[in-house]
């Protein structure tokens, strides 16, 4: 793939919110945990976890948690997108905090972005109460839900919303 393929890759990418109600094949999970492995982190602590849900059960669980975002039942997989705080702040202290938070919202997007490459929708979402998630996936006290990506057959394609020019958030050398 050169630059202008990857740009455009990028650009055809688009949020979705209605899915078929078809679970995920488990290489097409293989892939994308395979890509999310390879996301940077800080300090190669990968200070990030992730919890997949398939049971629709537990995605309806999550879907409440999640002030039912209905996208959350329809998916094939949710992925549960955690930072590790323990891992990060074993090296870098308080500013650890920040790495795992950073180490979790890089995996989501390599996992947003393996979906693409699969011919998948996602939606990520972060709107959801955090204690919830906590109860419904009984995660332990060091790890903080930072996603619930939302993965599957979409039921219609998406579009990608329009975006500021560069020059509105660019600036170079002071503000």
């Known amino acids: 793939m050169d630059s202008s393929e990857f ?10 919110r209605e899915f078929r109600d078809f679970p995920l094949a488990d290489d097409e999970i ?15 602590l990968e200070s990030w976890d992730l919890v997949l849900v398939t049971d629709p059960e537990q995605r309806a669980a999550l879907a409440e948690a999640a002030h039912d975002q209905t996208q959350i039942v329809q998916a094939g997989a949710i992925f549960v997108v955690c ?8 090296r870098f202290q308080e500013r650890g905090i920040l790495y795992a938070l950073e180490d979790a919202t890089i995996v989501c997007t390599y996992l947003m972005l ?7 929708q996602s939606c990520w979402t ?8 906590r109860t419904v996936l009984d995660l332990p006290p060091h790890l903080r839900p930072v996603a619930l990506l939302a993965v599957g057959n979409g039921a219609k394609g998406g579009v990608s919303p329009e975006r500021r020019p560069v020059d509105e958030h660019v600036h170079q050398d002071f503000w």
Do not use: K, W
């Not at 740009?7 to 979705?16: E, G, K, M, W």
């Open 7 to 16: 740009l455009i890759f990028l650009q055809d990418r688009a949020s979705v």
């Open 126 to 133: 972060g709107s959801f109460d955090d204690e919830d998630v």
């Open 83 to 90: 930072s590790n705080y323990v891992r990060g702040m074993a």
């Open 30 to 44: 293989a892939y994308m945990l395979a890509c999310a492995r390879t996301a940077p982190t800080a300090g190669n």
């Open 114 to 120: 393996a979906a693409h490459a699969l011919h998948l």
